[in-house]
C-alpha cells in the first residue's frame, strides 16, 4: 500500500492525556491515511523545527526507506518556529545534559520563568520566519525530486494558551504570513489550523499544557489535511496532463 509520509512536532501524537504511540488510531496522520487510503509513516518528535523536519529528510534511514512508497506528504512543522525562545534554542535542548540533576532542575525552572516573563515580546523566537521556509523549501525540493507525483500539503503554525508561554503568541502572524507565501511560491497545498486551535481550546478538552490537542481537534485536522491533499493531487494530475511538471 502506498505511504503518507507526515513530519510532524509532538502536535501529531499527542492527546488531551500525553503522548501516543505512532499507531493510535486517534491522532490525525493516522486518520487522514485511513481517509486516503493509505498506509501513515509519522516521523517527529517533541519540540520540532522545520530545520529537524530538513535532517529528518537528509539523515533518517527511517524517511530513506518510506520514500520509495510515498503517495502523498504532510509537512507539520512550522508552529515551534514561531514560539517564543528567550535563549538560543541549542542552548536550551542543552539543559538535559546538565549534572549533577539538582543543578539540572535549577537550570530548567530559570529557563521556565524566563521563558513566561519574556514570551510576550516575541523575540527572539525559535526561527525567525526567514529561516523557517528556508527550511520547508529544503524539505520539499527533496521530496519532490524523489517522488515529483507525490502531492504535497503543509499545516499552518499552530497556536496555544500555554502557561508555558506566558499566554502570548506574537511571532504566529508572522511565521504564518511567510508559510502561506512561500507555499503560493512552491505549489504547496496550505491548510491553516488556528481558526480549528481556537475552536478546540474554546471547546475544552485539551491537554491541560494549553498546548496539544482533543481527540476531536486531530479529527477536524485530519479532514482538513485529506481534504487538501485530494485537491492538491487533483491540480498536479491535471498539470501533468497538459504537459506541464508537479512542481
Known sequence: MTALLVLSDSLGYYGPEGALPADDPRIWPNLAASELGMDPELIGRVGWTTRDGWWAVSQDPRVWAAV??????????????????????????????????????????????????LAPVGWPMALPPKVTVEYLERTRAALAALRPSAPIVTLGPATQRAYAYGYAHPGWAATDRAMREWADRSDVGYVPVRDLCDWSFDLGGNNIDGIHWAFDMHAAVAERVAAALRANGSQANGSQANGGGTR
Request: no cysteine; proline share 10%.
Open 68 to 117: 520509495p512508497r510515498v503517495d502523498a506528504v504532510v509537512l507539520a512543522l512550522g508552529g515551534m518556529d514561531s514560539l517564543p525562545s528567550p535563549l538560543p534554542t541549542a542552548m536550551r535542548e542543552q539543559i538535559r545534559y546538565i549534572r549533577p540533576a539538582s543543578l539540572r532542575a535549577l537550570a530548567r525552572d530559570g529557563y521556565g520563568r524566563m521563558q513566561r516573563v
